[in-house]
């Protein structure tokens, strides 16, 4: 077991070092961390914090992809919970208060909950495919955002509000102390219940895991039901950085980069076996290279192109057919075959 | 069917000729389930809005306005047919668009530029279908890499708008020809035309056959079809339909602008969802997407004209999406029962 | 012997050898396809029927041998190079557009064109033509899907003459068929045999193979047994041929066929009527505690299909299913575990080996789907898999192993573990021994007595007729999708079992 974890993180971490050590090397500020005022800062540091949103969009990603699933509606949430969120300090006496707060962030996260359980009911109760379940809240879920903001971008004031996203404790981001909190939730939930590895059983095998008696649907609801909150807790980070709720910036393209990271982190995007701590360097390797293209001087807007580059590279490596290829390549041709199917029965998928 | 000899016997004629019409078409249904209720939109629209809506300008504008939906449909409706989908649409049309600015700007004549932003398009299409056909990767995936290289170029192209002040390409929107009060511009031919080609394609030629063939069986390959070059293919139409759409948003604009088109996927896919093309595969009709863009832009439309917010515009046609799929999911799983 | 010398084969197969990864699957195998005759091919599961079918269709590379078509040698490198021979084939699934009219399936991808369009009329004049000379009337404008699976597979044998086809393979067709559609297909049949095609027929129905084929050809454990023709070829025969006689070094294990069984009590589990349009029809089944059930048939006979409804994996059309004599709904493998009833699916890399979790994952699995989400304690996990891999001897002992590595075999045993790890009151084992040596059988069986001893009921299915003799205390036959008997196993000796099997209901003498 051990073999396979080290096997699978292997090629990840080797490249978030990489793409580290590379930037240290072009600008050497880049490793270096200052301290100031009980803060740590750096370009490290920044890493650490901005990943926020996208690392708790991704460990929900994770789950549901484990159910052979996909979430598209992460975005879309999160700009619901950010509009909730936001209305409610607004709208309140004191935005100030910490109680205002609390209660803000709890009500988007209950709000997150519920879009989740929508999305859980439509995949496994009604059976529909996953992306086409999700791409409704996709859609709709940025008009409902709209509407709760009233198609402004409310702007607060809160102290407490904007603490999450760029407060310090201990000299590190509280943001940063966020997601590493819910990974080791996850973490724990996933691995010290059985919770994981019955997820794992039904993405790999549903049918198997049905007759072994596996409560299928109920594993792929709360599935659904955690991306949605984990991405809700990302919608109320997002609006803290920038005070506002935008309900169309808000998570913009997010469920991309979150699918991207997953993928990047080893879990197989046909379900079964995962990694949350793949994910982690996943999400880590997407925030550096962010990074390292802002330094390189390229647009941020213009970023996706790398992105693209990435994604193919990924994609293709992992490919089933270009395993095949290269085994035939290095078990030299024989016109006789080795008894393995022809490949138009692969192809005729 | 107009000699009526007993009551009894046209109802058993009325009768057989519903069953064997339902037996023949019934995949036609959900299409005409949109036509339904794209006119029970104009009738509610018109009584509901005291009479102003149903006049020759608005629905001309209802063609012109939604004329680059209307070209990224017929693309849609190509690939979603085969079983795939095509997330990098809007960002090809953003690119291609700011692409054609680009290249007027700088003096080339629209003769060279527009075939090349139709081949950039192209391009970006093959690379999605080789992606899915000969390495395996999902359509949602191989799209979406699609989607980030298109949106990429677009801003490297420009981080800003661009004016076209070249009149050759102006003249696609800015001529109208008109009939009595009704009008219709070159880029709203151009259109119609894409959706002729499109619809005439699918019907009438062996490639069209096979698109829905490959949808609607998976081994298509073992009926002795040309499976691969078929799916490489319609990314590529979608992709031409991109740089197409480009132009014409370029066009009705006068401007390109990088961010263009986002989240115009999602509206097309609704569209042709809401048309009657199955996301599974292997039913639609290239004309239902063509009523499904008239269903998106009259609600688009009756919301601007009752006053309310665009937000609502979102909501109503996930909410319409959703009943699509449904039911659809309702139909396939009873015509499977069934075998 | 093979080869008469009358007509000369239209597809002469010589010395086929295939071989997988660990498994020779055709060993020199000849095989003859006749114009004019309907040829069937038997052999139970691992025979390499389905191997010789896949090379002859171009889905499978030969690792040597020849095959020529038409006197001329063939290299297959996919299945369109097949078909470009001759050799149509008519899968068990469909292999058509049910999305698309009947007459566009029929003529898909040669359609005829005018000025460079499709002609529509055309098409379905043509497909009608083609549908009328098999002698069946549709409207080719209705879409396939509005028809039955009989009128499917006629569309696409239909298809099939378009493409010009010289051989004709026809896989397991009839299996979601009715009589009625069966006398009709084999109509055809007959109607393209007597114009000259050569057709290979496969299916698993006994009755079905006895009446429309002239020849037989047997395969059993990838090597070829004989070719025959039907009338030299009594039943219980090519029955024998096909299962044949197993070297019993089993004798050592006391037989519990003799075990008394009480049954005075409500039985554990009774079935009465089950059923299910297309799959089974109604069956009866009872078991009494502690007893040994078996279930003895060839390969789609029903078996299967049986137990999958009993365990509520498929659902039932008909029938009550009574529980302990409590009536029940079986319509989940939930509830059917939450009754203690276990089941070890037939197919364990489909149906029960969940291959990328480890050994003591898989082991766990039923125990803890049924806790739900707390963890079993890891030192109670422990034990418990250590205890059932040893008992099983699973090879490699390592808990930790990737289920998905471990030989067919091993990961048998480990899906055997799981269900025993439930302590069910009711075991279902389906073909628990295929693909087990012989000592590991051995223990296998003596496992399943031992509990049963204890008062575990079992269920216990298996072609090899002598371990259901030697462990059940009844016997209860099926063929071609129906129960056609039950046997005290006491006093049964294989023969009479083999040629019950066989020739039970037929009206042909033992």
């Known amino acids: 077991m051990k073999r396979v974890m080290k096997h699978r993180l292997f090629w990840p971490v080797v490249a978030l070092v990489s793409l580290i050590l590379i930037n240290t090397v072009a600008r050497s500020q880049f490793a270096s961390i200052t301290v100031r005022d009980d803060r740590l800062y750096g370009a490290l540091i920044d890493i650490l914090r901005q990943s926020a949103p996208l690392m708790l969009v991704s460990l929900g990603m994770t789950i549901v992809i484990a159910t052979r699933g996909i979430d598209l509606s992460v975005g879309a949430v999160m700009a619901v919970s950010g509009a909730v969120a936001l209305t409610i300090i607004d709208d309140a006496t004191d935005p100030n208060s910490l109680g205002t707060v609390l209660v803000a962030v709890g009500a988007a996260v209950l709000v997150s909950l519920l879009l989740g359980g929508w999305n859980g009911f439509l995949v496994a109760a009604l059976g529909i495919q996953p992306i086409i379940a999700t791409l409704v809240l996709m859609l709709a879920g940025r008009g409902v955002a709209l509407l709760i903001t009233e198609g402004f971008i409310t702007t607060v004031n809160s102290t407490p509000f904007s603490f999450i996203s760029t407060g310090y404790v201990l000299l590190l981001p509280f943001a940063f102390f966020i997601w590493l909190a819910v990974v080791a939730a996850v973490g724990v939930i996933e691995r010290r219940t059985a919770l994981g590895v019955l997820t794992e059983a039904v993405g790999i095998n549903p049918e198997a895991s049905r007759l072994a008696g596996v409560r299928s649907r109920g594993i792929i609801w709360s599935a659904y039901a955690a991306s949605a909150v984990l991405a809700g807790i990302a919608g109320v980070i997002y609006a803290s950085n920038i005070r506002a709720a935008d309900a169309n910036a808000a998570g913009q393209f997010i469920e991309l980069y979150a699918i991207l990271a997953v993928v990047l982190g080893g879990t197989s995007l046909m379900g079964g076996k995962f990694s949350i701590a793949g994910t982690v360097v996943g999400v880590l390797i997407i925030q550096t290279l962010e990074s390292t293209v802002l330094f390189l001087g390229v647009p941020s807007a213009q970023s996706p192109v790398f992105f693209a580059i990435v994604v193919v590279v990924v994609v293709i490596i992992q490919s089933p057919s270009l395993h095949r290829v290269v085994r035939n390549v290095f078990r030299g041709t024989r016109s006789g075959g080795t008894g393995e199917p022809t490949s138009d029965v692969e192809a005729a998928r | 069917m107009t000699n009526v000899e007993t009551v009894g016997s046209e109802r058993r004629n009325v009768g057989e000729y519903l069953q064997v019409f339902s037996s023949r078409h019934s995949s036609l249904l959900p299409t005409l389930a949109a036509l339904v209720i794209l006119i029970l939109l104009f009738i509610g629209a018109e009584i509901f809005l005291r009479g102003d809506f149903i006049s020759s300008g608005n629905i001309s504008a209802l063609l012109l306005d939604n004329a680059y939906l209307l070209i990224l449909a017929v693309g849609m409706t190509f690939v979603i047919v085969t079983a795939g989908i095509d997330l990098s649409v809007g960002s090809v049309m953003a690119f291609t668009g700011i692409w054609l600015a680009k290249l007027l700007e700088a003096g080339t004549s629209p003769v060279i530029a527009i075939p090349a932003i139709l081949l950039g398009g192209a391009l970006i299409g093959l690379l999605i279908g080789v992606l899915v056909q000969f390495f395996d990767v999902q359509p949602f995936i191989a799209s979406l890499a699609g989607l980030f290289l298109a949106r990429g170029l677009a801003f490297v192209v420009s981080l800003s708008s661009i004016k076209v002040e070249t009149p050759a390409v102006l003249w696609l929107q800015s001529t109208r020809i008109r009939f009595g009060d009704w009008y219709i511009t070159p880029t709203g031919i151009l259109a119609l035309l894409v959706v002729a080609v499109g619809a005439y394609v699918m019907q009438y030629t062996r490639f069209g056959r096979t698109t829905y063939a490959v949808g609607g069986n998976q081994q298509a390959a073992l009926m002795g079809l040309k499976v691969p070059r078929t799916t490489v293919a319609v990314y590529v139409i979608s992709g031409i339909c991109g740089g197409l759409a480009g132009l014409v948003l370029t066009a009705y604009s006068g401007a390109g602008y990088p961010r263009n088109g986002v989240g115009t996927e999602l509206d097309v896919i609704a569209a042709v969802v809401i048309g009657g093309t199955v996301l599974t595969g292997g039913r639609g009709y290239v004309l239902g997407s063509l009523i499904g863009v008239f269903v998106y832009g009259t609600i688009k439309s009756i919301i601007s004209f009752m006053g309310a917010e665009q937000s609502w515009m979102q909501i109503v046609i996930g909410a319409l999406l959703l009943l699509f799929i449904v039911v659809q999911r309702a139909i396939v799983a009873r015509s499977n029962r069934r075998t | ?510």
């Open chain 3, 1 to 510: 012997m093979p080869a008469d010398n009358e007509v000369s084969p239209i597809v002469a197969m010589r010395g086929i050898t295939i071989s997988f990864p660990g498994v020779l699957a055709l060993d020199d195998v000849n095989f003859f396809l006749r114009p004019g005759e309907v040829h069937s091919l038997m052999g139970e599961n691992g025979a390499g029927k389905s191997t010789l079918i896949k090379a002859l269709t171009g889905v499978y590379a030969i690792d040597s041998g020849s095959i020529d078509v038409t006197g001329t040698s063939q290299v297959f490198r996919g299945t369109s190079d097949a078909e470009a021979a001759g050799i149509s084939t008519v899968y068990q699934e469909i292999n058509l557009c049910t999305n698309l009219s009947v007459g566009e399936n029929v003529m898909l991808g040669h359609e005829p064109r005018k000025g460079g369009r499709i002609d529509w009329k055309a098409v379905h004049r043509m497909a009608a033509a083609h549908l009328e000379s098999l002698g069946i009337s549709v409207d080719t404008r209705s879409l396939l899907s509005n028809h039955s699976i009989a009128i499917q597979q006629l569309v696409a044998i239909s298809r099939a003459m378009v493409l010009d086809a010289k051989v004709l393979v026809l896989d397991e067709p009839t299996s979601s068929l009715d009589r009625g559609e069966v006398e009709q297909l084999f109509t055809v049949i007959r109607d393209l045999r007597d114009k000259g095609a050569a057709i290979l027929f496969v299916s698993h129905f006994l009755d079905q193979v006895y009446e429309i084929s002239d020849r037989i050809t047997v395969l059993r454990n990838g090597k070829l047994v004989g070719e025959y023709r039907v009338k030299d070829l009594p039943r219980e025969d090519l029955v024998n041929k096909m299962i044949g006689r197993v070297l019993d070094d089993l004798e050592a294990i006391a037989s519990t066929s003799a075990r008394v069984i009480d049954r005075s009590e409500t039985p554990i589990l009774n079935v009465t009527d089950v059923g299910r349009r297309g799959v089974l029809e109604p069956a009866d089944l009872s078991v009494f505690d502690g007893e040994i059930v078996g279930i003895a048939g060839l390969l789609g006979s029903g078996r299967t299909e049986l137990v999958r409804l009993l365990y509520g994996a498929d659902r039932a059309d008909s029938g009550n299913i009574e529980v302990g004599g409590t009536a029940v709904k079986m319509t989940s493998p939930r509830q059917a575990i939450d009754h203690r009833i276990a089941f070890s699916s037939e197919d364990r890399r489909a149906e029960g080996i969940v291959s990328d979790l480890t050994v003591a994952e898989n082991i766990v699995l039923g125990l803890q789907a049924r806790k739900g989400f707390r963890r079993i304690n890891p030192s109670k996990q422990e034990s418990v898999v250590a205890e059932y891999m040893a008992a099983l001897d699973v090879r490699p002992a390592d808990p930790n192993m990737i289920a998905g590595n471990l030989s067919g075999g091993n990961q048998q045993k480990v899906l055997i573990a799981r269900w025993l790890a439930t302590a069910p009151e009711l075991l279902i084992l389906d073909e628990p021994t295929r693909g087990i040596d012989v000592g590991t059988k051995a223990e296998l069986q003596r496992k399943v007595a031992e509990l049963s001893e204890k008062g575990l009921s079992v269920i216990f299915i298996s072609s090899e007729l002598e371990e259901v003799l030697r462990l059940a205390q009844r016997v209860v036959v099926m063929r071609d999708r129906k129960c056609i008997g039950e046997l005290d196993s006491q006093r049964l000796e294989l023969d009479d079992l083999i040629d019950f099997i066989a020739n039970q209901g037929t009206g042909s003498a033992a």
